[in-house]
């Protein structure tokens, strides 16, 4: 077996393991830092090491190897920890990333990179070393000697696991038994090549069912799991100490209680103190507590598979499919007499309710907590609030909130770029917060909770809020369309302009009036919109409308003239017949719709897609309350038919972008039927009054009727 076809599971679980180092790495505590959270972070730089080692990745191994030396220090309290050297620490961690992702892709790591990264660690070994010579008195000459390792990696030397994986827990000359269950012949003899190279094997002996290697090694026991868990399951392999021989027993017992008598009064004991002194406190406060969270993570990767994102799209796919097959036999079956027909009714009925719940089992494969896009936000916060000499302080809600993976990378940019944004434009400066009666340390909170069929992300900081006329007089000079009687969030939606900005200087974070607008491009690509909440002096809240998933939502069918188009569910709020008392015809050609002392825009789906053959008395419509981008608006359509579930297949993939539509679906007669994009509806109708434009949806759906789209 080739030892490549490991690589994936080796790069998966080292991200993960790099994503729980920057967590612990940005919960230390400097003043006094918690030597779980040390050991932790030990561990994983140990583990990346010895996998690298396993894998010949010699530059990441190298990397490693030196970050893991200079965390040996710090967990023994040998290297007085400052915020500076955590910076150095992330560095690292972010240069460990670049490497691994360069191995993924088959690529070299940079290596002038490395090189500095080399530099800096090693500068901080020396650095070190050299600060505690004075207090080391007489033994000053073990300097040197001690500054080595630091230096060892540079060329690459350590390039076996039998030569890094052991740094703070070794013990030499131990023998163990390295027993693997259920392996087959063709693993088997891959494991014993990867343990000849931790150290000799004295024995071995077994079959497929139970195999045992005797192995005479001074590398843990823990070490070895975790890199022969990187070829077969966890619960294949188990490791032991094994007995003493009887040749062993009175040569090797001995010898301790020599060295002991020996160090008590000779000058040999005061030569050799240091070194018995430094390495004794190492077992027990690496080992010991390393040992329970390998038990645990046993159990938990036991009862869990890695399944790739493409076989979890396939199946989504096929779902798909089965429900838009499910839905072609609904709408025969409602054609049949019901009397005659009950079983096949009965049986559809329980089709329907099996593929629903089918499809809500395979969805939530794909869905994630919000905790993996919060992880990445305590970084950016604390390198950005630093670099603008601003104190801030970061809290997450609702981490557990789970969304599908497409959209949790996708949200990643804009969510940045909104945390920048409030860091440098809504938190005030220590200073003015003071002056304001405020805490001097600002408040950034990020959340996440489900509402209906959607997800509310908001980000929200205690900051100076936003300035109504100071965005006015900007879109004014920018030569916008504006006036003093615009609402509030009309106002706040101006920020969304290509180019707009009310920073007084351009920063290193922002300021340049480029992104935001991208931020809401992006939102609306996945299917949402953004609103924005801010009081004066108080703060700002931006949120951010999601659907769960993009692949299957919940609609409302209604009908146009001959055509059925598709409403979100999650938009609609109500329907009703309008009567003429309710309707207004306002300045120009906008109209009006009266719902409970509230006036809504009208948009007349038959004018603003061209269909043909529709209801164009307003009175003899259905006039259907829909919300989006935080405003609602008044559809008048002909009929509504019902709700049902849909595939949304992308349009701008299999055909063009088209005006007020934000994808398709197929229905259950095969036709093709429009999912509407409610802000886009409104602001087609509104440009179609102002000046007709040559182009129908209607017809583009003709087209891809007629195209098999």
Same mark, same amino acid.
């Given at each position: 077996m080739d030892i490549t076809d490991f690589y994936d599971t080796f790069f998966e679980e080292a991200q993960e393991l790099l994503a729980d180092m920057e967590r612990h790495l940005l919960e230390l505590d400097v003043e006094e830092p918690d030597s779980e959270q040390l050991n932790a972070i030990f561990r994983t730089v140990h583990s990346i090491k010895g996998g690298a080692g396993t894998f010949g990745f010699e530059v990441l191994q190298n990397t490693a190897h030196l970050f893991e030396n200079l965390l040996d220090h710090a967990r023994h309290g040998e290297l007085t920890l400052r915020q500076d050297i955590v910076d150095v620490f992330l560095e690292t961690k972010d240069m460990l990333n670049d490497q691994l992702n360069a191995y993924r892709n088959g690529e070299e790591p940079d290596q002038e990179a490395f090189e500095r990264i080399c530099k800096t660690l090693q500068q901080l070994a020396l650095e070190e070393i050299a600060g505690s010579t004075p207090e080391n008195g007489a033994p000053a000459a073990a300097t040197p000697k001690e500054a080595a390792p630091a230096e060892e990696p540079k060329p690459a030397q350590d390039s076996t696991p039998?030569?890094?994986?052991?740094?703070?827990?070794?013990?030499?000359?131990?023998?163990?038994?390295?027993?693997?269950?259920?392996?087959?012949?063709?693993?088997?003899?891959?494991?014993?090549?990867?343990?000849?190279?931790?150290?000799?094997?004295?024995?071995?002996?077994?079959?497929?069912?139970?195999?045992?290697?005797?192995?005479?090694?001074?590398?843990?026991?823990?070490?070895?799991?975790?890199?022969?868990?990187?070829?077969?399951?966890?619960?294949?392999?188990?490791?032991?100490?094994?007995?003493?021989?009887?040749?062993? @027993?009175?040569?090797?017992?001995?010898?301790?209680?020599?060295?002991?008598?020996?160090?008590?009064?000779?000058?040999?004991?005061?030569?050799?103190?240091?070194?018995?002194?430094?390495?004794?406190?190492?077992?027990? @406060?690496?080992?010991?507590?390393?040992?329970?969270?390998?038990?645990?993570?046993?159990?938990?990767?036991?009862?869990?598979?890695?399944?790739?994102?493409?076989?979890?799209?396939? /199946?989504?796919?096929?779902?798909?499919?089965?429900?838009?097959?499910?839905?072609?036999?609904?709408?025969?079956?409602? @054609?049949?007499?019901?009397?005659?027909?009950?079983?096949?009714?009965?049986?559809?009925?329980?089709?329907?309710?099996?593929?629903?719940?089918?499809?809500?089992?395979?969805?939530?494969?794909?869905?994630?907590?919000?905790?993996?896009?919060?992880?990445?936000?305590?970084?950016?916060?604390?390198?950005?609030?630093?670099?603008?000499?601003?104190?801030?302080?970061?809290?997450?809600?609702?981490?557990?909130?789970?969304?599908?993976?497409?959209?949790?990378?996708?949200?990643?940019?804009?969510?940045?770029?909104?945390?920048?944004?409030?860091?440098?434009?809504?938190?005030?400066?220590?200073?003015?917060?003071?002056?304001?009666?405020?805490?001097?340390?600002?408040?950034?909170?990020?959340?996440?909770?489900?509402?209906?069929?959607?997800?509310?992300?908001?980000?929200?900081?205690?900051?100076?809020?936003?300035?109504?006329?100071? /965005?006015?007089?900007?879109?004014?000079?920018?030569?916008?369309?504006?006036?003093?009687?615009?609402?509030?969030?009309?106002?706040?939606?101006?920020?969304?302009?290509?180019?707009?900005?009310?920073?007084?200087?351009?920063?290193?974070?922002?300021?340049?009036?480029?992104?935001?607008?991208?931020?809401?491009?992006?939102?609306?690509?996945?299917g949402g919109h953004v609103q924005i909440m801010s009081t004066p002096g108080q703060g700002t809240t931006i949120r951010i409308v999601l659907p769960l998933t993009l692949a299957i939502l919940d609609g409302m069918s209604i009908k146009v003239g001959d055509e059925v188009f598709i409403l979100p569910l999650s938009t609609v709020l109500q329907s009703l017949q309008p009567s003429k008392d309710d309707l207004y015809q306002m300045a120009g050609s906008d109209e009006v719709l009266r719902v409970r002392d509230e006036y809504l825009p009208v948009v007349a789906v038959h004018q603003a897609l061209d269909v043909a053959g529709a209801e164009t008395d307003p009175t003899r419509s259905i006039a259907v309350i829909v919300q989006g981008e935080g405003r609602r608006y008044a559809l008048l359509v002909d009929e509504l038919i019902g709700q049902q579930q849909v595939v949304v297949k992308n349009l701008e993939t299999n055909y063009r972008k088209v005006p007020g539509v934000s994808a398709a679906t197929i229905l259950g007669d095969g036709s093709v039927a429009l999912i509407l994009d409610i802000p886009g509806l409104h602001q087609l109708s509104r440009s179609k009054k102002d000046a007709p434009q040559p182009g129908s949806p209607a017809s583009d759906k003709t087209m891809l009727s007629s195209s098999g789209g």
């Open positions: 039998a030569q890094t994986a052991e740094v703070g827990d070794e013990q030499a000359g131990q023998r163990l038994i390295v027993a693997f269950s259920g392996v087959s012949e063709e693993n088997r003899k891959l494991l014993v090549e990867e343990l000849e190279q931790f150290g000799t094997i004295q024995a071995q002996s077994g079959d497929d069912a139970r195999y045992e290697v005797e192995l005479e090694t001074t590398t843990s026991a823990d070490d070895i799991e975790s890199v022969m868990c990187f070829i077969i399951e966890p619960e294949q392999v188990e490791t032991r100490a094994a007995a003493p021989s009887s040749a062993e @027993t009175p040569t090797k017992e001995p010898e301790p209680a020599a060295a002991n008598e020996q160090q008590q009064p000779g000058k040999a004991a005061e030569q050799s103190a240091p070194s018995v002194q430094d390495e004794k406190p190492k077992p027990p @406060t690496a080992k010991k507590p390393a040992a329970k969270p390998a038990n645990k993570s046993k159990a938990g990767e036991s009862s869990s598979i890695r399944v790739s994102v493409e076989k979890v799209d396939q /199946i989504i796919n096929l779902v798909g499919e089965l429900i838009i097959t499910q839905s072609m036999l609904d709408q025969t079956v409602s @054609t049949l007499e019901g009397i005659t027909n009950t079983s096949l009714i009965n049986g559809m009925s329980l089709l329907q309710r099996n593929a629903r719940d089918l499809q809500e089992a395979v969805m939530s494969i794909r869905m994630i907590p919000m905790d993996f896009v919060f992880s990445r936000f305590p970084r950016v916060v604390r390198e950005t609030s630093s670099k603008l000499g601003k104190q801030i302080e970061l809290a997450t809600e609702g981490e557990s909130t789970e969304l599908d993976k497409s959209l949790t990378e996708r949200i990643i940019d804009p969510l940045t770029h909104l945390v920048r944004n409030s860091l440098d434009h809504g938190i005030e400066s220590p200073d003015e917060r003071e002056a304001a009666g405020k805490p001097r340390a600002g408040k950034l909170t990020l959340s996440a909770r489900h509402q209906g069929g959607n997800i509310i992300i908001e980000v929200s900081d205690d900051g100076a809020g936003l300035s109504r006329e100071r /965005i006015l007089a900007k879109a004014r000079e920018s030569g916008l369309n504006v006036s003093d009687t615009m609402s509030d969030d009309e106002v706040w939606q101006l920020i969304f302009a290509a180019g707009f900005s009310t920073a007084k200087e351009v920063t290193d974070v922002s300021g340049r009036g480029v992104g935001m607008d991208v931020v809401k491009r992006n939102i609306q690509g996945m």
